[in-house]
C-alpha cells in the first residue's frame, strides 16, 4: 500500500510509471546525470529497475519488494536505485533487454539490472518475488548475495561485465551484405509461418500468444501477389478467432496485450496503443481484400474505443490503459452471471450469458468471467430454437446495457503520456480508416492528433519523444521519426493537404541526418547527438511495435515514389542489405521489413486522380481506387483549378480530360490511358 509519507526523487518527473513509484521508500533516481556521478563517487552498484504504467507484473513486484521498508533498506545503504519508464526510453530498455536475455535466457518486464557505475550490466532478470519461490531466488535474499559479491568478488563480476559488453556490441550493429535482395526471403518467411499456424485456435505457435499483426500484413501481400488461397485462409483465421475471444473488448472494443492461453481467451487485460494500431490495419486491409463486414465491424469498434478512452481533448493519442483496477487485474472486464442477470434481467441474461461464455465457475480469477464468443449466432440459434434476428437484438440491447453498467466501475488507470512514434502508427491508421471506410470523424481526427504532434513535439527539425502536462520531453528515436513518416504519408493520400507530404519530406531528410549510417547503410536507434550508452544500436528486429528501420523501408520506399526523391529509396535499399543476412536466416525476426521487400520487389502502381476534389465523379472515383485491396500502390492528386496544385514528378502531364475526374495508373515508368470511367478503373486495379 501506498504510504504518502515517503516522497523521493520521481516526484518531480511526468511519467505515470514514474510517478506511481514516487512514494516508494526506496530511494529511487530518475535516468541522469545526478545518479550516475553518485555511483561513480561512492563506487555503489547500480540497480536499474525498468517497467511500464500498464504492466501488470510491474505492479505486483512494486507492492510486494519496493513498498516494503526491510527491501528499500537494503537498496538504500548498498545501491543507486534508478527507475526508467521503457516507453520513455526504449534505448536503454533496448540495451539491458538483450542484456538480461543473455544473462537469465528470457525477457519481459519488470526488469531488474545490475550494473557497474560506468553502466555495464553483470546481473540481471525479470520479476523476482520477496522470498524465494517458483524457482526463483527470493529479491531480498537476491540484493544480499549481490551486495557480498561485489565486495568480494569484483573481479570476476568485471570479467562477466566484459563478456557481455561485448556480445552486446557484436549484436547491435549487423554488417552490410552484397546480396542481391530476394524473393526467397519472403517465401522463407510465408513457408515458416505456414509451419507455425495453430489451424485449431489461429495464430502462431504456443501460448502465450501475441496478437501476429506483422504476419499477418506480410500473408496478405503475398496472397495478392501469387494467389495462394492458404495464406488467405491463415489470415482471415486469425482475424476471426482472435476477435471472437477474450483478447478482444466484446463490450467496449479494443485489444488487449495478449492472450496467456493458446485460444485468445484470457488476456493481460492492458490495452496498448500500438496493438490497436497495427490490428486496425490488418482488419482494414482483410476487409479491403475479402469485403466482410465483420472485419470493418472490428476496425470500427477499435478506432472507436481509441478515440473514446485513449484520445487528449488537444489533440494526440494516449499510451496506454492499465491491466489493474482496484489493486486486481482484469477486475474492469470480468463478470459474474449474477451481475448480468442483475443489468439485463435473468431471462435475456441467461442468454446474453450463455452466448458470451459466461458461468458459474468462471474462466478467469475468483469465478469471474471475461466473455467471448464460443459459437456463431445462427449456429448458436439452431442450438437454442431462438430466432436470429431477436438474437441480434438481444445481443446489441445486452451490450449497450452493459457497456453503461461497466462505466460505473473504477476504471483502469490510464498512461495519458503521448509517444511520438505511437502516434505516428494510430495517425496512419486512422487515416487509412477513414478514407477506406469513408468515415470523416476518423479523417479529421487524424489530422487533428497530425497538427497537434507537428505544433506540440516538432520545432522543424527535431521531434521531443513524450508529451504530458503540456511539456515535451527527452530527444527522439529513430521510430519517432519513421513511424511519423508513414503516418504523414498515409494522411496525405487520404486527404491530399500538402502540409502532411511536405512535413513527410522535412522528416524525411531530418531522420537521415540524424540516424543513417552513411559508411554502412541502415539507422541507428538513437541520434548523433544522443547521450552515449554502452552501445549504440541499429535496431533491427520486430518485436511488439516495428523496428524503427523496417517502418523507415516501407516509408522511404513510399515518400520516393510520391516525392521523386531517388535518394529516399537508395537509403531503403541499403537498409534492406545491411539485414539481408537476418532476412535470410531469421526472416520472422523482420516481417515489417519483409513488407517493404515486398514493395520493392513488386511493380508499385502510382495512382493520380485529377480534378475538382469536392466534386461527385471524383468522389465516386475515390470510392472506387480505396475499394480495391492493392498494397504495392501510392495516390496523388492534381487539382483542377491549381488550388492544390503540387510540383511533384508522378502530376507531370496528368491533366483532367474535359474537366471529368480523370485516374491516371502508371508503372514500370509507363502509363496507362487517362479515364474516366469508374468502372473501368475498377477492372483495371483489380
Known sequence: MVNDKFSNRLSSETSPYLLQHKNNPVDWYPWGEAALARAKSEDKPIFLSIGYSACHWCHVMEHESFEDNEVANILNANFISIKVDREERPDIDSIYMDAVQMISGQGGWPMSMFLFPDLRPFYGGTYFPPEDRWGRPGFKSLLVRIVEMYKKDKDNLHTNALKIVESLQDYSEPQSSDGVLSQNYIMNAVSSLKERFDSTWGGFGEKPKFPPSMALMLLLRVWKRNGDKELLEIVEFTLQRMALGGMYDQLGGGFHRYSVDEYWLIPHF?????????????????????????????????????????????????????????????????????????????????????????????????????????????????????????????????????????????KPGLDDKILTSWNGLMIGSMAKAGRILNNQNYLDFAE??????????????????????????????????????????????????????????????????????????GFFFTSKDHEKLIVRKKMSQDGAIPSGNSIAVLSLLRLSRISGEGGFEKMAEKTMKVFSHILDSAPAALHMMLVGLDFYLDTPMEIVLSGDLESEDSKEMLNVIHSVYLPNKVLAFNSIDGSKKLSLPILKDKSPIDNNATVFLCENYACKLPMVDPEVVRKSLE
Open 448 to 521: 487533428k492528433s497530425a497538427d497537434f504532434i507537428l505544433d506540440k513535439m516538432w520545432n522543424g527539425e527535431r521531434f521531443v519523444r513524450s508529451y504530458r502536462l503540456e511539456s515535451g520531453k527527452l530527444n527522439a528515436y529513430l521510430d519517432d521519426y519513421a513511424f511519423m513518416i508513414q503516418g504523414l504519408t498515409e494522411l496525405y493520400e487520404s486527404t491530399f493537404n500538402s502540409r502532411w507530404l511536405d512535413a513527410a519530406v522535412d522528416i524525411a531528410h531530418q531522420m537521415s541526418k540524424l540516424f543513417e549510417d552513411n559508411e554502412s547503410g
Open 270 to 410: 492492458e490495452k496498448m496503443l500500438y496493438d490497436n494500431a497495427l490490428l486496425v490495419q490488418v482488419y482494414i486491409e482483410a476487409f479491403q481484400a475479402t469485403k466482410n463486414e465483420f472485419y470493418k465491424s472490428i476496425a470500427t469498434e477499435t478506432l472507436d474505443y481509441v478515440l473514446r478512452e485513449m484520445s487528449s481533448p488537444e489533440g494526440g493519442f494516449y499510451a496506454a490503459q492499465d491491466a489493474d483496477s482496484e489493486g486486481e487485474e482484469g477486475k474492469f472486464f470480468a463478470w459474474t452471471p449474477s451481475e448480468i442477470y442483475e443489468v439485463l434481467g435473468e431471462k435475456e441474461g441467461k442468454i446474453f450469458a450463455s452466448f458470451y461464455g459466461v458461468t458459474e465457475k468462471g474462466n478467469f480469477e475468483k469465478g469471474t468471467n471475461a466473455l467471448f464468443i464460443q459459437k456463431p449466432p445462427k449456429k448458436f440459434c439452431e442450438d437454442n430454437n431462438i430466432e436470429y434476428e431477436k438474437l441480434l437484438f438481444l445481443l446489441q440491447n445486452g451490450k449497450e446495457k452493459l457497456f453503461l453498467h461497466r462505466e460505473k466501475r473504477i
